[in-house]
Nanobody, 127 residues
């Protein structure tokens, strides 16, 4: 099991920037990816950016490419930090952002395949 904690949310104006941090700790033997998701009110949860738990693979949702950057750092004591820098934020990106550990090789980004989730951090972008 992996314990996940997010931090760094807040309120910004359109065009502004925020950096979200995910601290994941525990046993990663069954974790293939550490992924950021988001969920806006009344909408389904969607993936935003993902990073492999052990290698260098990463990917971005098309709508955030060129504006968001994800990186992973392996810490001591079986912990990993996954940071997501978000630039040029848009009002429609207002949502609660979640970090999750899990995923299946092949179908990497399906919500149901992530077993360990953080509590989420709110991001509000005003126009």
């Amino acid at each position: 099991q992996v314990h996940v904690v997010e931090s760094g949310g807040g309120s910004v104006q359109a065009g502004g920037s925020l950096t979200l941090t995910c601290l994941a700790s525990g046993y990663f033997s069954r974790v293939n990816y550490i992924t950021w998701f988001r969920q806006a009110p009344g909408k389904e949860r969607e993936w935003v950016a993902a990073h492999s738990a052990r290698g260098t693979w990463f990917c971005y949702r098309d709508s955030v490419k060129g504006r968001f950057t994800i990186s992973r750092r392996d810490n001591a004591n079986n912990a990993k930090t996954v940071t997501k820098e978000m630039n040029s934020l848009k009002p429609e990106e207002t949502a609660k952002y979640y970090c999750a550990a899990g995923g299946m090789k092949g179908e990497r980004l399906r919500v149901a395949d992530y077993k360990d989730w953080g509590q989420g951090t709110q991001v509000t972008v005003s126009s």
